[in-house]
């Protein structure tokens, strides 16, 4: 279908004096203040999510480095738990930038929400972050015991993800009961998004995803790591999932691979696609209506997987 009207104009408007610079002719610091700029938007009134008690915390990563975190609580608790990883490139993204996107899935999941502020390459490349992902699950799992646990994320958030689902799976530590991964990169040879039809002039170019692996992988010999290449790693015994993909995403391609190695692998696997969608469509849910009804999709999956786990298990 064709390119969402609403997010046709966006990206004309963007456009209008030229196309965005790439983030390697930038500083990282400027590139970081570009998608915050991008992502902090005035909320209108009645824009919002129902109301959530939010506190900042401080938790130990792996290597006993305090890392931040923010706990969301809804007004009305199912008894379950997210573990959310803000994408960004591994580079920019933060709490601020990914707190809408909490709070939506707080309040229509009913459940707490950890988000987790891991630490960003170029200052902490991999397995920094994945460190601190794998440390925010487990102190999640610690501090929510008897709650289904979700690991969560979008983009390079969703990445890790299920780097740290990996992780779980190798060490039983935390149990998790579901995946959610929203549009995530897992070729880092970026064979198969140079190959798409929208490589560039839809939000996300395959120019700055090379930047960002470079910066989250400056050893090239990581690539091969099966935290990294997920589409060569085996994700047998992985919990129930649901990917999410959007169709002007050169990540598309990647996602739906993605679905057909878990379903390989014998893992439950729900794909969502996001017809007439860019990168991102998660984040931009209370400007653009149709992103909005991909993410109330992308809800009901997860309660589905969830609710039959809990029926099983019960």
Known sequence: ??????????????????????????????????????????????????????????????????????????????????TYLHGGGWVTGDLDTHDLACRVLAASLGTVVVSADYRRAPEFP??????????????????????????????????LALGAALDARANGDPRIAALLLMYPPVDPSLRIAAASAHTEGYLLSVE?????????????????DPAVDLLRADLRGLPPTVVAT??????????????????????????????????????????????????QQVVREVDALLTAAHRHTA
């Open 1 to 82: 279908m064709p390119l969402d009207r609403i997010l046709r104009r966006l990206i004309a408007w963007q456009h209008a004096d030229g196309a965005p610079p790439p983030l390697r002719t930038m500083p990282v610091e400027q590139a970081r203040e570009r998608y915050r700029a991008s992502a902090l938007r005035p909320r209108g009134q009645g824009g919002e999510p129902d109301p959530t008690v939010v506190v900042d915390e401080k938790i130990d990563s792996l290597d006993s480095t305090p890392i931040r975190c923010r706990v969301y609580t809804p007004r009305s608790d199912t008894d379950r738990v997210i």
């Open 208 to 224: 700055d995803l090379t930047w960002c692996y470079e910066q989250y992988l400056p050893d090239a010999r990581h690539r091969s």
């Open 126 to 159: 991999y397995p920094t972050p994945l460190h601190d992902a794998i440390a925010a699950a487990r102190w999640t799992g610690r501090m929510f015991p008897d709650r289904d646990h979700v690991l969560a994320g979008d983009s390079a958030g969703a990445q």
């Open 246 to 295: 959007a169709e002007f995403d050169p990540l598309q391609r990647e996602g739906e691979l993605l679905v057909e190695h878990l379903h390989a692998a014998g893992v439950p696997a729900r794909h969502v696609p996001g017809p007439g969608l860019v990168h991102g469509a998660f984040l931009i849910q209370d400007i653009v209506p149709a992103a909005a009804t991909n993410a």
